[in-house]
């Protein structure tokens, strides 16, 4: 999957044709037909829109190259409005339409919802939105893989983070995250796991998705006192405002961490005033000012071809597309090489098979697919003082 400035030059001319004149062409019977579900409307379309706009810049890429070996990605997006009945009857729609050979959910409760199916009958290969813990488990979830870190590693992660930091002080920790299933995933290991490094576990809080009224999770806090609050399982409300009502407590030595989707570079400027110390974990590369590799240089060039106001810093949603669909075309060139049908079978088979992989500079370190993830992440802090840039506190890790 290299790619040189020439090559670029011709794809994304061919890309800019198609999208100024809507060229078309007739799907052939030997195209992949992806279907993508996405939070277009609902309580997640603030990365769910991203997630759509990364699919279909990979699409028309991929596609303006020839295909994955000759075989033309055939594009269909969903919007999921973040429900689940929605996303499981759209599923069976695309399926009524036709064979699908690649599928990208937007939410641990989708996928949950539509893998005993998919187990028995469909066997399509699988990404998603989610990093849950739970579907990473080859057993049960044998033909979805998670394109990052779960949610699980992400939170041992921050607890690893927070008993090195503290040194000699003793560390009190407050976990707060919401009642999806994204922010069940992993908190009673993590507390489990901090409460086994001598870190007092003084609170768990859970709160809905969205709030309108977060006074009562913050005066919990202030009557915990802890040193350290974990946010989990968010998008870019309720933990906003918690911290802010926290600080205004006069609790301005309280450090406050988050899993991937709280600690998102791209939206950290518009919550400057809650993210200075602000602890997260990140699973890509996001920077295309300074970018990691010429994946993340692509990505760039792409999204300020349509938008020149562009700043530089990729959504979360964009590469999770991005990467997705650069797992997924990984196993069918294995597949499509090795002379073998496009199946689910064979394609999560050639995606466990993945090793040493170089994603271009998406992932900080070579990706070996185990345990039905990429399992690779590093801490970063957001201090004023860094101009709220991300700065490594640890290495990238392989963290399964």
Known sequence: MGLDRRTFLKTTGAIAAISAFGIGRAWAAEDLNWSIHCDLT??????????????????????????????????????STFKVDVAVANVKKALAQGRVDYLFGESTGMIQAITPENNSTNKILMTSGSFASELADEAAYPYHFVPGATYGAQLRML??????????????????????????????????????LGIDV????????VETDVSSFALAIRQAQPTHVIH??????VWPEIIRSV????????????TVWQSEHAKIGDIKDVADGLVGTRVWNDDTNKPAGEMVKLMGDLVRAKNPNFNG????????????????TKAFEIVIDAGQ???????????????????????GAPVTITGQQIGIGQVVKYTKDSNYEPQPMTEWVKVI
């Open 42 to 79: 609902g309580p997640a379309a603030e990365g769910g829109k991203a997630q759509g706009d990364g699919f279909r810049a990979y699409a028309d890429w991929i596609n303006a190259q020839g295909g994955i070996r000759g075989r033309m990605v055939n594009l269909t997006i969903n919007d």
């Open 159 to 196: 607890v690893d983070y927070i008993k090195t930091s503290s040194g000699e002080t003793p560390a009190k920790l407050v976990f707060i995250h919401s009642s999806t299933a994204m922010g069940r995933d992993g908190i009673e290991a993590a507390a489990a796991y901090a409460k086994e």
């Open 202 to 209: 003084a609170l768990i809080q859970q709160t809905k998705f």
């Open 232 to 237: 989990h399982g968010y998008s870019l409300s």
């Open 247 to 258: 600080r205004d407590y006069g609790m301005d030595e309280v450090v406050f961490l988050g």
């Open 313 to 328: 810093i990729l959504r979360l949603g964009f590469i999770d597309a991005w990467i997705s669909s650069m797992m997924a």
């Open 341 to 363: 049908e496009v199946n689910g079978d064979n394609l999560a088979a050639a995606m466990r098979t993945i090793k040493d992989w170089d994603t271009g500079g998406i992932v």
